[in-house]
């Protein structure tokens, strides 16, 4: 993987890709549910900068495993808790599998030259 710079590069902005969309989706949920709590602080973005994790990111280059800065709710404002809370968890991993889905029909329509290195 270190290798190849390009390879390395294209990792880095995939991953770069997921964990802002994964958080930011988590933050989307939450506002539209009526948290103002991502917005307040900033997480109602798709910049990396804001839901990076020193220590995640880290361990994602070494360990293949890795994660963002997690996107604080406050529950007392959403109008049915449990549900509410249900759906912002379930926000991000449903980012990540549209994304997966986006870019496996990208990689079976031979847009990436690079897509067998990667996968």
Do not use: Q
């Not at 710079?5 to 991953?15: G, M």
């Not at 379930?90 to 329509?109: E, I, K, Q």
Request: hydrophobic residues 50%.
């Amino acid at each position: 993987m270190f290798s190849d710079p390009i390879t390395l590069l294209l990792l880095v902005l995939v991953f770069l890709i997921a964990i802002s969309c994964h958080e930011a989706s988590h933050a989307l949920a939450a506002h539209k549910l009526g948290d103002i709590t991502p917005k307040s602080e900033g997480r109602l973005t798709l910049n990396p900068l804001a839901h990076l994790d020193i220590i995640g990111t880290i361990a994602i280059f070494l360990f293949s495993f890795g994660w963002g800065k997690p996107v604080r709710v406050n529950p007392r404002n959403f109008e049915n808790r449990r549900r509410d809370m249900m759906l912002v968890a379930f926000a991000g991993p449903a980012a990540n599998f549209a994304l997966a889905f986006v870019a496996t029909g990208l990689l079976t329509l031979g847009f990436s030259e690079y897509s067998s290195g990667i996968l």
